[in-house]
């Protein structure tokens, strides 16, 4: 924590979700970043996703960036 915030300790942090759904059907998950903190820039730096990611497993979406 930084100044109240949650900040990554890695020049390559790595992004994960559990993903579920009520009736047990795979699922799209999708990530972004878009900073709040103007010193990070503004608007979208980076989204990502990941399709029919069975449900109750984490997804691990990849960017060349992270």
Known sequence: MVDGLTAATSLTPALRATVTDPAAQPVRAEF?????????????IWTGSAGNVPAGMVCVPSHPGL
């Open 32 to 44: 972004e970043h878009d900073p709040a903190v103007t010193g990070q820039g503004t608007g979208q």
